[in-house]
């Protein structure tokens, strides 16, 4: 069958790994993230914000460790499911403290948004509040990433460094959260594919253009306290 398709044996191993990475990292993302998705699936989401906004930092831990199995795959490790496991034990306490000061604030921001919706001082600040709510998302996907990377980074100096350059490679950003979107989108169409299939191929896309924005500062972070 390999040489019918006119595979090398080592291509076929390759496609065979990369669609199994796919399938665990999709399937321990879910496990990770059960609550959220729960909630996004049964519920409306413009009436059950509140637990969304309870149950959103429960899911970046999950993110980091699929992170996690991005850079152990990309170093040459065939175990996704350990690798995903050792991520998950490595990062859920600085995952969970970053996904709650984002959520927080990304809440804040938007009821903000209502707040002023309809009033004329709105014309100027929801422009506004609405791009620091895109600064917001595309610093907590840097620093999700950087902490990935370098697990016993403190998170302040996370925060400042994912900040600095959400918007000094602002057009890095815009790739990252254009993909994110994209699959925010499908999943509002097609729940089931986009949660068992597509979901680890765009956190990939978003990770390795993430890591990419973060290469100024990757490897110089040492603090060893949180």
């Not at 938007?110 to 595309?138: E, K, M, N, Q, W």
């Not at 980074?153 to 994209?182: F, P, Q, T």
Request: positive net charge; charged residues 10%.
């Amino acid at each position: 069958m390999v040489r019918r398709l006119g595979l090398s044996q080592d291509a076929y191993a390759n496609v065979f790994g990369v669609a199994y990475l796919a399938l665990i990292t999709n399937a321990l993302l879910l496990a990770a993230s059960l609550p959220l998705a729960v909630l996004l699936i049964t519920t409306d989401p413009a009436r059950s914000w509140p637990l969304l906004a309870v149950a959103a930092p429960l899911a970046a831990p999950g993110v980091t460790a699929a992170f996690t199995v991005f850079r152990a795959h990309g170093d040459g490790s065939t175990t996704p499911a350990r690798d995903f496991v050792r991520g998950l034990r490595a990062t859920w306490r600085r995952a969970l403290a970053i996904g709650a000061m984002l959520t927080a604030l990304v809440v804040v921001l938007l009821v903000d948004v209502r707040a002023f919706s309809g009033t004329s001082f709105g014309v100027v600040a929801i422009p506004l509040l609405g791009v620091l709510t895109v600064l917001a998302a595309a610093c907590g996907l840097l620093a999700l990433v950087a902490i990935a990377e370098e697990p016993t980074a403190r998170i302040r100096d996370v925060l400042k460094a994912s900040a600095y350059l959400a918007v000094r490679r602002w057009h890095l950003s815009a790739v990252s959260l254009l993909i994110l979107g994209l699959q925010v989108a499908l999943f509002a169409t097609l729940p089931a594919i986009a949660l068992g299939i597509t979901a680890s191929a765009a956190l990939y896309l978003a990770w390795a253009n993430s890591r990419y924005t973060l290469r100024p500062v990757l490897g110089i972070a040492d603090a060893r306290t949180a």
